[in-house]
């Protein structure tokens, strides 16, 4: 399974970098050690997302700007609306939709089953 770096840039992912980086410059690591963490972060974040999150959502808006580029597609919405399909699946325990809306949103896609054939 192909694994996607594209997590790395969340905020999860860039602390973990911030930190990987502030222990190879006090000597506490390797940057071969924090490379194969890196790794597995990636592996880790994908495995988790594919196995864990079962919802689904559905958003509109205006299309901005979009790219297809590797297998990766990136848009840009104006005026978006996100619903989820199916709430209360995972710890929120209520049942009506909910839904977001804002004036701009990136949103960034992968292929996930083409990823698993790879």
């Not at 990636?42 to 509109?60: G, P, Q, T, Y």
Request: net charge positive; aromatic share 6%.
């Amino acid at each position: 399974m192909t694994n996607y770096q594209l997590y790395r840039n969340t905020t999860l992912g860039m602390a973990l970098q911030e930190t990987l980086a502030q222990m190879i410059s006090d000597g506490q690591l390797t940057e071969l050690a924090a490379s194969k963490v890196l790794s597995e972060f990636d592996r880790s974040i994908n495995e988790a997302l594919d196995k864990r999150i079962h919802k689904k959502v559905h958003f509109s808006g205006k299309l901005n700007t979009y790219r297809f580029c590797d297998n990766v597609w990136t848009l840009v919405l104006k005026d978006y609306s996100i619903k989820e399909s199916n709430p209360g699946q995972h710890n929120t325990g209520t049942t009506t939709p909910q839904t977001s809306t804002g004036a701009k949103i990136k949103i960034v896609a992968c292929d996930g089953k083409s990823a698993q054939q790879s």
